[in-house]
């Protein structure tokens, strides 16, 4: 079984690139210098000691043992939450802007939810010297606001999606129509493995950084390279891309997709796809998503801004319909009682969307000799104002 990309940007049956005719320069040449770029040597140097100098990279592996203790197996804890910037949205941002300039584009343009891919995208620009200009969810811009302060302060632009829903689907909307008005200069820096081909493959190769550390990390603490199960939350899905991606051909290694259920997937307020979704085109590539009878998006909720996506990347939606990933959809409730939990338990406080990942380690059957790796995607800070809201700690 191929669980990655074949040459016609597909995952067995979803992604594809479904664009306006005005993008198709944009995203075929990107589709036609993306790999030889990514494998020259000079790409590689710049790339690798970014993310060791300035990422922080390797994160580490941390073998949580109080939370092991609780959950009655081997939990460790993969720390994308040391990154700088504080989760795993800055592997992906290193590379695209280093792509960017060797396509010779001047601009940048991004989306964001929870903020965090917004100022991944800032920061690598402010490092570059590039023009940033971030759309971002007029309701997703009040619920982040720290993260909106950090961007300015690098010295992007914000811009508020005010149509639909006001969060992460329109951010990405305003995002590709901007994109569309200014193709020859622009790089638009997709912050998931969501999109038209080749960006869901591309976004995943970058951030498969996480699995290719895990395989070493684990093999230094446990002898092996394979753990029994490894846990990522899903919203577009790039952590769980990179957390899976050295895995995916490897059957012996559970996959685990946690997505928002929200106030419950029967309740009108989830945004958890594989439970609510069926097949359709979002964003430029044929998916999983929520739509109405008549092919209208759904609109997503989740608690947690950055889950709060009405469809998944085609590669996750892929793992599903081969059954390749187990995907569980974890509650604001049950989330929430997790990241808090973590807090008191290790000292660690996670994003919600983290949270969520945690979550799902009380509702899987595991066993005492289980080797069980979460990907922590992202730290607490920018979610203080929700848990302080929250309040039940």
């Not at 792509?99 to 939810?113: D, F, N, R, V």
């Not at 909106?148 to 999606?161: C, N, Y």
Request: some cysteine.
């Amino acid at each position: 079984m191929q669980y990655t990309v074949d040459d016609n940007g597909y995952y067995g049956t979803f992604g594809g690139a479904y664009i306006p005719e005005m993008l198709y320069p944009n995203v075929e040449e990107l589709r036609q210098q993306y790999l030889a770029i990514m494998e020259e040597s000079s790409f590689q140097k710049e790339f690798n000691m970014l993310l060791k100098d300035y990422v922080g990279r390797p994160t580490p592996l941390y073998l949580a043992q109080r939370l092991s203790e609780e959950i009655g197996c081997k939990i460790y804890l993969k720390r994308e939450d040391l990154n700088h910037t504080g989760a795993h949205k800055i592997n992906n941002t290193i590379g695209q802007i280093l792509l960017a300039q060797k396509l010779g584009k001047k601009k940048i343009i991004a989306e964001t939810g929870a903020g965090q891919h917004g100022v991944a995208t800032a920061t690598v620009c402010a490092l570059k010297g590039v023009e940033c200009v971030v759309y971002m969810g007029e309701i997703d811009i009040r619920r982040q606001k720290p993260n909106v302060e950090r961007m300015k302060l690098l010295g992007a632009q914000v811009i508020p999606a005010l149509s639909g829903s006001k969060t992460l689907k329109d951010a990405t909307n305003e995002a590709m129509r901007h994109w569309i008005n200014n193709p020859v200069d622009t790089h638009y820096i997709i912050g998931s493995v969501v999109g038209p081909h080749p960006y869901p493959d591309m976004v995943a190769r970058f951030q498969s950084v996480i699995s290719e550390e895990i395989r070493w990390q684990l093999q230094e603490k446990e002898g092996r390279t394979q753990p029994d199960y490894v846990v990522a939350c899903v919203g577009g899905g790039s952590n769980a891309a990179g957390a899976y991606y050295h895995y995916m051909d490897d059957e012996q290694v559970k996959l685990v997709a946690v997505e928002a259920g929200g106030e419950g997937v029967d309740s009108g307020k989830s945004a958890a796809t594989t439970f609510l979704g069926k097949p359709g085109i979002l964003h430029g590539s044929k998916t999983l998503l929520m739509q109405t009878p008549d092919g209208q998006v759904v609109e997503p909720y989740s608690i947690s801004a950055g889950l709060d996506y009405p469809g998944i990347g085609p590669l996750h939606a892929h793992l599903f319909e081969k059954k390749r990933a187990d995907f569980i959809h974890i509650t604001d409730e049950e989330a929430m009682k997790a990241g808090v939990g973590l807090g008191k338990l290790e000292g660690i406080i996670p994003a919600i969307e983290s949270a969520h990942a945690l979550a799902a380690l009380r509702k899987m059957k595991l066993a005492a000799d289980d080797i069980v790796v979460v990907n922590l995607s992202g730290r607490g800070d920018k979610d203080l104002e929700t848990y302080i809201k929250w309040g039940n700690y």
